[in-house]
Structures are given as structure tokens and as C-alpha cells.
């Protein structure tokens, strides 16, 4: 069982919510061919994440994708802000450094955007599924059992 | 000047074209498809992922898409 503890402060989860540090990258196995073939992926990005208990699937950035230049699967629809869209889906393999979360490789996530925030990803539902997560607003702890 | 065209434009419409057939014998399943042809269908998102790289290796674009109906909407509040 890994139990990890995300915040102390009371205030600080009032105002900013549940979030976590995430590393995106190619899935392993697109990962592994391309050492094979000795071709160059950039390096997986670090961002932050908050964990959205109202989203039901993962979402990072248009800019995190181009940025690790992740490989498009497809597209689907999503129901944000009062409208429907359609946003692309990318296969990819998100990482928890330093918490001893197991890593999802691969995940199927999608891309769309989160304007003036400090965030660059929404941990959804998809990934919530293999947690236990405990928020505690009286105190200010979130906890995450896996 | 003409505008690039959508990603995985041909590979969706491919589906959407065989959709309908497609759910009567292949429903809930993952179809690959890439270069214009369906490559298979999977019964997990991982298997169809790891036959696309297979197949296509890394240069070539390829679409995963369960075969559902109705279209899956992804809520976000």
C-alpha cells in the first residue's frame, strides 16, 4: 500500500485545490522502438496537476502535448463549460516522481485548455479509479492510498 | 493556400463510414486503423496501441477507437 500526503495548509487547499506533480511522456512501448531505431523523443515534461474529482477523464494541455510531442489516437467529444467539443486523444504514460505511485502506461488523455491557471493538467476520474483519495477540508490534508 | 488537413482525418471518417456495420460484429471493441484500411480489432486499448506501433512504427499516424454507439461524451466540470 503506498499512502501519500499532498497538503498541510488549510488555506493553501482552499484556494488552490488538490495537486500533484506529474511527469507526461511517450507510452514505454513507443519509447522502447524508438531507441531501437535510435530515434530522439524530447525528455518527459514535469507539470502540475490538480486531481479533478468532476473529470471524468485526464486532460493536459495543448502546449504539453506539443511540447512532448505525443501521439495522436484519435478524438472524442467532452462537455466543458457549458458546450461540447471535440478534442483530440493521445496515447501517453503519466508518472507520480517521488510519491511511489504506480505510473499509468499507457493512458489514453486528451487535450484542451485551462487559460489563466497554474495548472497544466486535470487528473481525472480514469486515473481516480485506482485510488483512494481522502480530502479533508477542516484540516487541509489530502490523502492518496493506492 | 490550402489548409492542412485535420489529424487522422481519413482514419475517422473510415470510421464513421463502417461504424454501423462494424457494431454488430465488433462492439465495444478497439478498431486499428491506419493508411486508409482497418487493421484489426482489439479487445483493449493497450492491444491496439502495441499492434498500431507494430504495424506502423513510429512515423506513421494510426487511429484507436472503441466502436461505440452513441459517441461517448467525456464530462468535465
Known amino acids: 500500500m503506498v499512502l501519500v500526503q499532498l497538503h498541510r495548509n488549510r488555506g493553501e487547499l482552499r484556494k488552490t485545490g488538490p495537486k500533484i506533480q506529474v511527469v507526461v511522456d511517450h507510452f514505454g512501448l513507443e519509447k ?3 531507441e531501437k531505431q535510435k530515434t530522439e523523443f524530447p525528455a518527459g515534461l514535469r507539470i502540475t496537476a490538480l486531481i479533478d474529482t468532476g473529470a471524468s477523464i485526464t486532460l493536459v494541455t495543448p502546449e504539453v502535448v506539443r511540447t512532448c510531442g505525443l501521439r495522436q489516437t484519435s478524438e472524442m467529444i467532452i462537455s466543458v463549460a457549458g458546450r461540447l467539443a471535440v478534442v483530440p486523444e ?3 504514460a503519466l508518472s507520480f516522481p517521488g510519491f511511489g505511485l504506480a505510473s499509468f502506461d499507457p493512458i489514453n488523455i486528451v487535450a484542451g485548455s485551462l487559460p489563466k491557471q497554474d495548472i497544466a493538467c486535470l487528473i481525472g476520474r480514469d486515473i481516480l479509479q485506482r485510488w483512494r483519495l481522502t480530502y479533508d477540508g477542516r484540516t487541509g ?3 492518496i492510498e493506492e | 493556400m ?3 488537413e485535420k489529424p487522422l482525418a481519413a482514419e475517422l471518417s473510415i470510421y464513421h463510414s463502417h461504424k454501423h456495420a462494424w457494431l454488430a460484429s465488433h462492439k465495444e471493441e478497439f478498431v486499428l486503423l491506419g493508411e486508409g484500411d482497418p487493421a484489426g ?4 486499448y493497450d492491444d491496439a496501441l502495441r499492434a498500431g506501433l507494430k504495424r506502423f512504427g513510429l512515423n506513421v499516424p494510426f487511429l484507436v477507437k472503441q466502436v461505440l454507439d452513441p459517441e461517448p461524451v467525456m464530462v468535465i466540470y
Open chain 1, 90 to 92: 493521445y496515447a501517453a
Open chain 2, 2 to 4: 490550402k489548409g492542412a
Open chain 2, 41 to 44: 480489432f482489439y479487445t483493449s
Open chain 1, 141 to 143: 490534508e489530502v490523502e
Open chain 1, 32 to 34: 522502447q522502438l524508438a
